[in-house]
């Protein structure tokens, strides 16, 4: 073979023709088939050469979102992990060194039934593997940081009752759960219960709002959720036993109403109309009936026109005038309920035995002594999860995208139980609000955190609270609970006052397009409605930076509906202005926070 592979082409291909047409025996026939006969022109050098394979080549790098974990979490997601290659369209795996974490898809999480301990171990190294399309692999080191959940989580044990926790918000969970329900029913099944014929005229419109607000003790029992799915809690009576409603607890209406800083049923509200001409309820009251008039057209048939365009209006809760009662119900509803039960009661010190000068006592038989109930309320009413500060404002506000965690997307399964528990596992109303106004800024000289300031205020508070339990407090002590208190409200007055520079901005740049084919008539009562229906509840807040005339002369400026006549546009959007400057003035907002919000 040696001597064979040395011999000149041309003298080779004679060898071979003389063995196949010359040597016809049984060896060399055998010896003939075994040779390659493409260099001499054979049959086969008709077949094309194979085409090259673009090189795949190896992952360069792996980056991980998040590089820490609170303790206590079972199934918790990491982060997502994201490869660099040089080939486009690859696909990759990937593979943890330590068996306390696994990775589905390219999220890493805790394995099922695993959880960390701060304590025993502050971090965790661990090795990532990327093997991709044809085997090419690589390696990372990461080190995982893991939190102290006493630290970082609103959670506290029960000093009176061994191994159970003292917090406990559940009824104002369920009031968040009511307005959410009303919302969800305004703007997605009232409209098919028309066409059903379920209501057939304007009292039983009225009776089915009322239904959320003013929520009999039958109905409560058997209010299913619909707002959002996979929750713990099939019904509201699941998330809280007694029964709850709105209408007892909205300001003015509290059985404890007179121990609010003003009498809101007989004088001081403001903002809608002449101050007094209404009360918090009796706003409730004027916009179901704007509601069910609206209703009452589907019904009859008659078509609706805005006085912006002339154009039908379609939705049963916009208004012709230019705003929208969804927005504007949810939206005062949060403010009149929420933050006014928060700011004026479980969270104040102007009245003995009552917020934060409450019985400092165990509440019979249960595991949390009477004042530290009274703050778990005042935090149930700003409607953050358990676990806040774990997520990034990108996640709070739903905005997650693929550098955030997908499980973390507005809430999070913290146990892993594939279900949401509404009481500790979900964020509602205004504790989204604060991180959308984060995000907001996050690229600006002076970015705000409220949704850092105002959580750490309240585990600082609470932990003042869970230290010493069943013991009254001292000066100091009572002193630094106050302190904390200061720094919540300060920071939830913020990040609403933000948010209604936000709807002030959208409200005019919407108004900017009157008259053109990019105006669009349903954005901007949208806008002008979360504007107005934010603004409304400022005042309830003892505490507000903003004065009773100051709040007044706003809502002068910034109107009950907004102005969607074209001779009078640029008016009113400079009276926009002024009405944003007195909030940014009170607040001592940053001036590029204001224009970018």
Not at 531 to 549: R, T, V
């Amino acid at each position: 073979m040696y001597i064979m592979r040395t011999i000149k082409i041309d003298t080779y291909c004679k060898f071979i023709w003389w063995i196949m047409n010359i040597k016809k025996s049984a060896l060399t026939l055998a010896l003939a088939s075994s040779l390659t006969l493409t260099a001499c022109g054979g049959s086969s050098s008709n077949t094309p050469e194979p085409k090259k394979e673009e090189l795949n080549t190896a992952p360069t790098n792996i980056t991980l979102s998040n590089m820490a974990i609170a303790e206590n979490l079972k199934t918790a997601t990491l982060g997502n992990l994201t490869t660099v290659d040089a080939n486009s369209n690859d696909t990759f795996s990937y593979s943890v060194s330590d068996a306390r974490f696994v990775v589905t898809g390219s999220e890493l999480k805790l394995a099922e039934g695993v959880e960390l301990d701060f304590e025993t171990e502050k971090t965790i190294e661990i090795e990532v593997t990327v093997t991709d399309s044809t085997s090419n692999k690589f390696t990372k080191a990461f080190t995982v940081e893991v939190t102290d959940t006493a630290e970082d989580t609103y959670n506290f044990d029960s000093k009176f009752i061994t191994g159970e926790s003292s917090v406990s918000y559940s009824g104002q969970i369920a009031r968040h759960a009511l307005i959410a329900e009303l919302n969800h029913y305004i703007g997605s099944q009232l409209q098919a219960d028309l066409d059903d014929g379920k209501l057939t005229d304007r009292q039983a419109i009225l009776d089915k709002l009322n239904s959320f607000y003013n929520t009999s003790e039958e109905q409560y029992d058997n209010f299913p959720i619909t707002f959002m799915t996979d929750t713990e809690q099939e019904n509201i009576a699941s998330i809280s036993g007694s029964p709850k409603n709105l209408s007892s607890k909205i300001a003015g209406n509290d059985n404890k109403a007179m121990d609010q800083h003003k009498d809101w049923n007989n004088a001081g509200f403001a903002g809608w109309g002449e101050t007094s001409s209404t009360t918090p309820e009796g706003l409730v009251n004027i916009l179901f009936g704007q509601l069910a008039d609206n209703a009452e057209q589907v019904i009859l048939g008659s078509t609706r026109l805005d006085i912006a365009n002339n154009e039908e209006i379609t939705k049963i809760y916009l208004n012709a005038d230019g705003t929208d009662l969804k927005q504007l119900i949810q939206k005062f509803l949060l403010m009149a309920v929420a933050y006014s039960q928060a700011t004026d009661d479980y969270l104040d010190d102007a009245n003995e035995n009552k917020g934060l000068k409450s019985d400092f006592s165990q509440d019979g038989t249960k595991a949390y002594s009477k004042l530290e109930h009274q703050f778990d309320e005042g935090f149930g009413y700003f409607g953050a999860s358990r676990e806040y500060l774990a997520y990034n404002d990108n996640e709070l506000s739903g905005k997650a995208s693929d550098k955030d965690r997908a499980a973390w997307n507005k809430n999070h399964d913290t146990n892993g139980d594939k279900k949401f528990d509404l009481k500790s596992e979900v964020n509602f109303g205004n504790s989204v609000n604060a991180a959308k106004r984060d995000r907001g800024t996050a690229g600006n000289a002076m970015p705000t955190n409220y949704t850092k300031q105002i959580m750490e205020a309240f585990i600082a508070g609470r932990k003042i609270l869970s230290d010493n339990a069943g013991t009254a407090l001292t000066t100091e002590q009572f002193d630094a609970l106050i302190a904390q208190r200061d720094i919540i409200v300060d920071g939830w007055e913020r990040a609403i006052a933000a948010t209604v520079v936000h709807y002030i901005n959208d409200t005019k740049a919407d108004l900017d397009k009157l008259g053109t084919d990019d105006f669009n008539f349903a954005d901007t009562a949208k806008h002008f409605s979360e504007l107005k229906g934010f603004a409304l509840g400022l005042q309830f807040n003892p505490h507000s930076k903003i004065s009773d005339e100051d709040f007044e002369l706003f809502h002068t400026l910034i109107r009950n509906k907004p102005e969607l006549q074209s001779e009078n546009i640029e008016a009113y959007q400079a009276d926009l202005i002024k009405a944003r400057d007195i909030i940014a003035k009170a607040l001592s907002f940053n001036a590029e926070n204001v224009e970018n919000w």
